[in-house]
């Protein structure tokens, strides 16, 4: 039961454009999500999150989206830099017990090309 | 600020034999999780401990699986005896009870034969 999904595996996309990275979830109880980077043989990295109060939270140039009635979040970055290169993971967490339990999707690898 | 350690970065063993993979979490944080991330998809959650108390194993084999939090620090994985599926990337992660600022470690690549 895969409650946190990323349905494109791969995405490729030009430098200077944007690149939109797309993640459904199906657990109602999510109320935190994050995105992940990863680079190869290395550990992901905590790159921005929102909360179920918000629809849009920007940190320079990622922007995270939440439409909580579609169950549905998605990561802009603009522009797109060749060291954005890496897989991107989507992940959620209920806010409950005093800590966070995060389930992850299967990622997207992005490829910005120069 | 020195980054989550974890040692050996990769291992090979032959099925039905016995690896432990170690962690050493950053300083101060009580939260530590240990994940396994199979190729192709996304990290799952083995265990999670908080300080040196387990708040979450459901998805920890625990026919075969163990793990420790000795003093709250350093942590130690274990399997015994292996599987070919198995094979994965073993990656510790820690935090402080604050949703976000989850840092992981490099991760333990298990090949199992």
């Known amino acids: 039961d895969q409650q946190v999904k990323q349905n494109s595996p791969s995405l490729s996309v030009q430098e200077g454009r944007i690149s939109i990275l797309n993640c459904d979830y199906t657990?109602?109880?999510?109320?935190?999500f994050l995105w992940y980077k990863k680079y190869p043989a290395e550990g992901p990295t905590f790159l921005i999150s929102?909360?179920?109060?918000?629809d849009k939270n920007e940190d320079g140039r990622f922007t995270v989206f939440l439409n909580k009635s579609a169950k549905h979040l998605s990561l802009h970055i603009v522009p797109s830099q060749p060291g954005d290169s890496a897989v991107y993971f989507c992940a959620a967490s209920p806010l409950s017990g005093g800590y966070q339990k995060v389930t992850f999707g299967t990622g997207t690898k992005l490829q910005v090309i120069p | 600020e020195a980054g989550v350690a974890q040692s050996p970065r990769y291992k090979i063993i032959e099925k039905r034999q016995s690896v432990a993979f170690w962690c050493n979490p950053i300083s101060g944080h009580a939260t530590l999780y240990w994940y396994q991330q199979i190729l192709g998809q996304g990290p799952k959650l083995l265990i999670q401990f908080q300080n040196n108390g387990v708040v979450d194993d459901s998805q920890l084999p625990k026919d075969r699986f163990s793990a420790e939090r000795l003093k709250g620090v350093d942590s130690t994985l274990k399997i015994q005896p292996a599987k070919l599926e198995d094979s994965a990337v073993y990656l510790c992660?820690?935090?402080?009870?604050?949703?976000?600022?989850?840092?992981f470690g490099p991760g333990t690549r298990l090949t199992v034969t």
């Open positions: 657990n109602s109880m999510f109320d935190y």
């Open positions: 992660a820690s935090s402080f009870p604050t949703p976000g600022d989850t840092h």
């Open positions: 929102i909360s179920s109060i918000k």
